[in-house]
């Protein structure tokens, strides 16, 4: 490390402040850190300005990653990481280093902790040691202004599927970049691109963790939009429905650098002594190559073709002995087919993530509805085959009802009990619709709910996970009653079995338990998460993404643990309940924030659910901090973020990019 003199630095700093303003673009955030300032005339002004100096007068980075120090071993030594995005050039990364040395200087003149971010660079430094550390906060979300209109389910679906993909392939790669860029086909003739990328000191498992984190934070910064990303010190995401980044990116990412061992000495021109064992071990390995390779042919080709048989087999017919049970249920096409008017559209109920719901007619004058599965779905079979096995088994009246199914050819039909009211959501998240559910009906659906899934749980024959209870699979008959409805993505458990995992996480931001979104971990303690945030929902009247509370917009857990901790639950309760019981609502509040608990083993049965929510003898535990707690502050102006780091807070005005508006920020849990 080279310092410059002592009396210089203070001049230095104020060049790099002063150089702020004639540079590019202003950051998209930054955040001066809260563990102590330091002088400008001591030692560890001295160090940082080297450090700085040397990002800005370095002539090259090593795949847009710095890690540099100064001061080691002494009480003012100081490290930083600079890394550039993984899609950017070298003229492009040095340029926003450039920028970013004396913009962190200007804003941050006396800490001895910063970070700052712009579009195509992060540089932070600190005190204390940074380099291969995971660390989640600060962190700040960006989300595109427009919103996903239609297939909300299978746009989430699709960006879980991406994002989750390319997680793998960022955590796994080498020491000097841990970056992926990918596409898929999202709904409504869309392409959703997505970037993941790590500082790559980060080990596989601390990239993992990091990306895992991030995307679980879409709900709360990203809900319904067309795009937006979640930026953290350690890794950070994007997602668009238009090409973000530099296509070059698609490339395979650059090999690590050369091994330093010296390789082997050349062969001498002495001849062998055993030149004739020397000849045949060449003829040998002559003859061993082409058969290896024409063996691994053959078998690739013998691969390939066992692969499209069993894909092909998949998609044309689902075994018929897997739905033996079920044959007596089976409905003809045509029947089903006049009953819908063809599939008419002024028959459609709505649409899910894997298919069209229409409403039909049958001959005898049965009003039926018809879930017709998309073809063009990968899961399609699966969801299938999981809800005709799964519900024709279940009878309980606060589950939809099966009556019956129709596979021919390419058409995969469930046909079910025409239910008149429609989902809860159309009731719950509409101010109009809302007024008619007073106290008294809210509550039946509580706990017709609750009792449809301790059925689920512990009295039928089986043992299912349904993993995507929300409002708009709550189904409303003509008295009000609720159907838990869409097993597709149900799993079913052994009588004794406790907890399952998943590579693949589906189900929707929000409802979604931190263990399953994060790990894919997954059990009744799932299902019971998922239940208190429809709670929390159908007490509040909104959804759980979008409590408004005034001017303000922040997500419902947050909003319920501040009241709840504040002494104020009562805010929680839509204004239409003003003639409902306020204990009862009360006592429902407290029931579901038991229910969204971060630790999966603090959350109760739905056996205790079903009895605290009936017998009010029942003495309640305190409940513990929920998971996710956010906090989206709103601004008709310039957005505000309020950002956590080491237990105190600090509000900062940005500006909006173009193609960005809300930003929010969590908490760290």
């Given amino acids: 490390m080279i310092a410059p003199p002592r009396s210089a630095v203070p001049l ?33 002004g001295d160090n940082l300005n080297a450090l700085l100096t040397s990002v800005i007068t370095a002539t090259a980075a090593d795949y847009g990653f710095y890690n540099l120090s100064a001061g080691s071993g002494s009480a003012d030594a100081i490290n930083a990481i600079a890394l550039c995005r993984g899609d950017v050039g070298a003229a492009d990364c040095r340029s926003c280093l450039n920028d970013s040395a004396p913009a962190i200087a200007g804003r941050c003149p006396v800490q001895k902790e910063a970070i700052i971010w712009y579009d195509n660079c992060m540089l932070r430094y600190s005190n204390r040691s940074i380099f291969r550390a995971m660390e989640d906060l600060p962190a700040f979300g960006l989300a595109n ?16 599927n991406l994002t989750d993909g390319l997680r793998d392939r960022a955590a796994n790669g080498n020491s000097t970049r841990k970056f992926a860029v990918g596409n898929a086909t999202a709904p409504n003739f869309q392409t959703l691109f997505g970037l993941v990328q790590c500082t790559p000191d980060l080990s596989q498992q601390q990239c993992d963790n990091c990306l895992v984190n991030a995307i679980g934070k879409i709900p709360w910064c990203c809900d319904q939009k067309q795009g937006g990303r979640y930026v953290t010190p350690s890794c950070n995401i994007r997602f668009e429905v238009y090409r973000f980044f530099d296509p070059s990116a698609y490339e395979s990412p650059p ?14 021109n002495n001849p062998s002594p055993k030149g004739k064992d020397t000849n045949s071990g060449r003829i040998a390995l002559i003859i061993t190559i082409p058969a290896v390779g024409l063996s691994l042919l053959v078998a690739g080709i013998l691969c390939i073709c066992l692969r499209s048989r069993r894909l092909k087999k998949n998609f044309e017919t689902v075994p018929v002995d897997e739905i033996s049970n079920a044959e007596s249920l089976q409905f003809d096409l045509n029947i089903i087919r006049e009953a819908t008017n063809d599939f008419s559209d002024s028959n459609k ?29 990968g899961q399609g079979d699966q969801e299938f085959k999981n809800e005709v096995l799964l519900v024709a088994r279940l009878q309980h009246r606060n589950l939809v009802r099966l009556l019956g199914f129709c596979l021919e050819g390419r058409e995969r039909l469930l046909i079910y009990e025409f239910v008149p009211n429609s989902s809860l959501d159309h009731f719950i998240y509409d101010p109009v619709r809302r007024s008619r ?30 993993r995507d209870l929300k409002a708009s699979n709550i189904l409303l008959d003509a008295e009000m009653n609720p159907k838990i409805s869409d097993f597709g993505t149900a799993r079913l458990f052994a009588v004794d079995q406790t907890q399952d995992a998943t590579s693949r996480v589906v189900g929707t931001y929000g409802y979604m338990a931190p263990e399953y979104a994060m790990h894919g971990l997954f059990s009744v303690k799932s299902d019971v998460f998922s239940f208190g945030v429809l709670l929390l929902e159908i007490i509040s009247g909104q959804k759980s993404s979008h409590f408004c509370n005034g001017n303000t917009t922040e997500d419902l857990l947050s909003y319920a643990w501040r009241s709840w901790r504040e002494g ?7 204004p239409n309940l003003a003639d409902g019981s ?13 229910c969204v608990q971060e630790i999966e083993a603090d959350r109760p049965t739905m056996g205790a659910v079903v ?26 102006t310039a957005s505000r973020v309020m950002v956590t780091h080491s237990n105190q807070s600090e509000n900062k005005e940005i500006r909006e990019s173009v193609n960005e508006a809300s930003i929010t920020e969590l908490y760290p849990r």
């Fill in 145 to 160: 202004p427009n919103n996903v209109t239609n297939n909300v389910d299978q746009f989430n679906q699709v960006l879980r």
């Fill in 437 to 466: 559910l007073d106290w008294e009906r809210r509550q039946k659906i509580i706990g017709g709910i609750a009792r449809g899934l301790l059925y689920l749980h512990e009295d039928s024959q089986l043992r299912i996970i349904h």
């Fill in 12 to 44: 230095l700093l104020s060049l790099l402040a002063l150089a702020t303003s004639a540079h590019g673009a202003d950051p998209l955030y930054y955040f001066c850190g809260t563990n102590g300032n330091f002088t400008a005339n001591g030692t560890y």
């Fill in 611 to 636: 009895l605290m929510l009936s017998s009010y003898s029942t003495t309640l535990p305190l409940p513990s901090r929920p998971a996710f707690i956010s906090s989206i502050p709103e601004s008709n």
């Fill in 568 to 574: 104020t639950p009562s805010d929680l309760i839509d």
């Fill in 349 to 377: 109920l709505g649409q899910g993530g894997f298919g069209v719901v229409y409403k039909g007619t049958l001959a005898n004058g049965q009003v039926i509805a018809v879930k017709r599965l998309s073809v063009d779905l």
């Fill in 255 to 268: 090999s690590p650098p050369e091994s330093t061992v010296s390789p082997p000495p050349p062969p001498t």
């Fill in 582 to 594: 306020r204990t009862e609502m009360l006592r429902c509040i407290h029931v579901g924030l038991l």
